[in-house]
T-cell receptor, first 113, second 118 residues
């Protein structure tokens, strides 16, 4: 079935550093891909999404490009802030039904001042 | 603008006790989900519902039961709690998919319920 693999964390960066969090997927066809973010003490919320190959999702300075050649959807940000400290989850729909999301294990990001 | 509300936020149980987690959404969403979050394992789907009166098993349903008697509520029950059910539980909801990959769901999550089973 469909699955995602994320890089393990934690990722610790200094403020204004460049961020990359790797995500690769296995899927039948070309499903939509998602990044969700979980801030401390909160539930997950959608950060960005891409609905077809070569699409770029973007929000709050974060970007991710849907690359079918490498089956990847890496999350990037050019200059991180302390407020970006959170856990980031890559996700895609299940093979059997598009309304069920399958999440990666999450990558914790810690940004130091 | 409440979104998805979970109660209780924290609970400590003894092995063998029962309890119910309540999830309520005010967005008129058709689909609702219960996930559990464990360190290093991300989120795993326990049960879900595609409409009032319907429920279905997810990835890790054993030891849990659910009910969706009203469209806005989705209850998760533990009949006999075990230490392995110590986790953070998240409820989520989404609107109906309207065909094709562009209609794939965006989930709205609650803030979570932390359950400890001693």
């Amino acid at each position: 079935g469909n699955s995602v693999t994320q890089m393990e964390g934690p990722v610790t960066l200094s403020e204004e550093a460049f961020l990359t969090i790797n995500c690769t997927y296995t899927a039948t066809g070309y499903p939509s891909l998602f990044w969700y973010v979980q801030y401390p003490g909160e539930g997950l919320q959608l950060l960005l999404k891409a609905t077809k190959a070569d699409d770029k999702g973007s929000n709050k300075g974060f970007e991710a490009t849907y690359r079918k050649e490498t089956t990847s959807f890496h999350l990037e940000k050019g200059s991180v802030q302390v407020s970006d400290s959170a856990v980031y989850f890559c996700a895609l729909p299940g093979m059997d039904s598009s309304y069920k999301l399958i999440f990666g294990s999450g990558t914790r990001l810690l940004v130091r001042p | 603008n409440a979104g998805v509300t979970q109660t209780p936020k924290f609970r400590v149980l003894k092995t063998g006790q029962s309890m119910t987690l309540l999830c309520a959404q005010d967005m008129n969403h058709e689909y609702m989900y219960w996930y559990r979050q464990d360190p290093g394992m991300g989120l795993r789907l326990i049960h879900y519902s595609v409409g009032e009166g319907t429920t279905a098993k997810g990835e890790v349903p054993d030891g849990y039961n659910v009910s969706r008697l009203k469209k806005q509520n989705f209850l998760l029950g533990l009949e006999s709690a075990a230490p392995s059910q110590t986790s953070v539980y998240f409820c989520a909801s989404s609107s109906r998919v309207r065909g094709g990959s562009s209609g794939a769901n965006v989930l709205t999550f609650g803030a979570g319920s932390r359950l400890t089973v001693l």
